[in-house]
């Protein structure tokens, strides 16, 4: 399903790409297109960006093509996420200790559109932190 999302192949694209957009925030995700996770996270990601395309736009960077942003982003993970609202970097509390990026694949539409949503909101405000919709901790899961 990666072939539906625009993909970014060099650093110079990330960065227009996170640069120029001012009213929306920027999603990448950044991965191999071939790694099961991914593909998980690309269907799902596809299909909810025509539902959230007034405020966020999504972009696939594969990680191989475009090694530029694996140290500064820690990018050790097969599939990574994170969010960007007018060159700022936002990171997420999902109660998980890293609120940096999601680094697991989120099949649920709707649960995505959520953390989209959350982002959105909170950067509009200028909070560089935003707080989870759902708590992914494994505290209570025994």
């Known amino acids: 399903m990666s072939y539906l999302l625009p993909h970014l192949t060099n650093g110079w694209q990330v960065d227009q790409a996170i640069l120029s957009e001012e009213d929306r925030v920027v999603v990448i995700r950044f991965g191999h297109d071939a790694d099961e996770d991914c593909m998980v996270m690309d269907e799902t990601l596809a299909s909810i960006a025509d539902k959230v395309k007034n405020f966020a736009v999504v972009y696939l960077v594969d990680i191989r093509e475009t090694p530029d942003f694996n140290k500064m982003y820690e990018l050790y993970d097969n599939c990574t996420l994170m969010f960007f609202f007018r060159n700022k970097h936002i990171m997420i509390d999902l ?48």
Do not use: C, F, H, M
Request: charged residues 25%.
């Open 95 to 142: 109660g998980t200790g890293n609120n940096n990026k999601v680094n697991w694949p989120i099949s649920e539409k709707q649960e995505l559109i959520d953390l989209i949503e959350v982002v959105y909101r909170g950067a509009r405000k200028g909070r560089g932190l935003v707080i989870s919709p759902k708590d992914y901790s494994t505290k209570y899961q025994y």
